[in-house]
C-alpha cells in the first residue's frame, strides 16, 4: 500500500503536517498503482517497468535530487507511482511556482463560464479593476494587458529594496490596492519595458482580475468551478497579503492531484470529457508567447507561454514537446503529448537537473515501447 498520513480531516492544517511528516523508512515504488477511487484511472507498464523501478531505486539510494514523489500517466492511466523521503499519496506537497500554472487554468475557467472571454486576454488589466485610482496610476499602466501579466510581460519595474518596503505595510495592500501599488511605484510602462521579467507581481495582478470578474470570490470560484470539478478536495492554497489566492507560490497538491492537472492539459481543457476551459486557451497557455531570460540559467531552448514553461526533448532523431507547471525545489507537472504522457515529480533540492534525467531516463523507455 502506498505511505500515508494520518489525516482526521480536511480541515488539517497541511503545512504543518508537512512540516511534522517523518522521512520513509523505505521508498514505495509501483508499476501497478492502485485504484484509490479519486477520479484516477490505473494502468500497467510490464514492457518497461524494469527500467522505471532501477530509475526510482536509483533516487531511493540518493543517486539523483532528493524527490519525494515520481508518478507517471499515459493514455489517462497512472501506470508508475513511487515515493520517497517525504512523499505521501495523501500528503499535499508544496508546489511553489507551479502554483502560477494553476493560476492560469483559473483564468481559463473563468473564460469557459463567460466571466471572461479571450477577446479579454488583450484587454489592460485595469479595465477589470474598477477600485483603482486611475489618478495616481503610473504613465503607461493602461498598455499592460491581461496576456502581459500572464506571460510575465507587464512591464512593472520596482527596485527591490522599494519593493520591499512597500509591501511591509499590509494595511496598504487589501484587494486591488495591491494592484494599486504595484502601478503606483513602478517606472513607467512602456513597449520596451514590457518584456519578460519572472516577477510575482504578474501572477497576482491575474488572480485579483479573477477576483473582480467571477461572481463571490476568486478562492471560492478556484473551490467550486476548478478543483471540485477534478475531485480535488485534499489541497492547500495560501492568501497573500491581498486576501486572495497567492497566485505565484503557495499552493498545495497531493502528487495524484497533480497528475489531474496534467490530464486537463493534455486533454486540452476536458476533464471526463466536459470541457472546464476552453481549448483555444489551452493552447495559448502552453504555446509561446514570451522569451524566458534571467542571468543564472540558460533559457535558450525554452519557451513562456501563460505561467506554463515548454521546452523540447529529444530521443535519438525524434522530437518531443514538454510543457509543464514548474516550481522550485523540483515540482513539476508535465505534458507530452505526442506520448500521451503525463509526469508530476516532487522534490526538494536542486531540481537543474530534472528535466535532464526526464529526457535520458524516463522518455526513452515510453518513445522505444511504443
Known sequence: MAPEVNMPDHSSDFPSLEKSTP????????????????GISVGEIDAIKASLNKLAEEIADNQHTPYDSLLIAQSNKLVFESYFSLGRVNLPHPQASATKAYTALAIGRAIELGYLTMADLDKPVISFLKELDRKQLIEGADRITLDHVLSMRSGIRIEEDKLRAILKNPKQLKGQKLVQTYLSHSKPITS?????????SDPRIAMLVLDAVVPGSAND??????LEKMGINIYHWSENVSGVPEGA?????TSRNMIKWGNLVINKGKWNSRQLIPEAFIAKATGK????TADDFDYTNFSYGYFFWRTNMHVGNKKYVAKFGWGGGGQYVIAIEDLDLIIAITGRGDDEKTLDLIEKRILPAFALST
Open 221 to 226: 470560484f478556484i473551490k467550486n468551478e476548478l
Open 289 to 292: 508567447v514570451a522569451v524566458p
Open 192 to 200: 520596451e519595458s514590457q518584456t519578460y521579467l519572472y516577477q510575482s
Open 249 to 253: 507560490w503557495g499552493a498545495m497538491m
Open 23 to 38: 522521512k520513509l523508512n523505505k521508498a514505495f515504488i509501483d508499476t501497478a498503482p492502485a485504484d484509490r477511487k479519486d
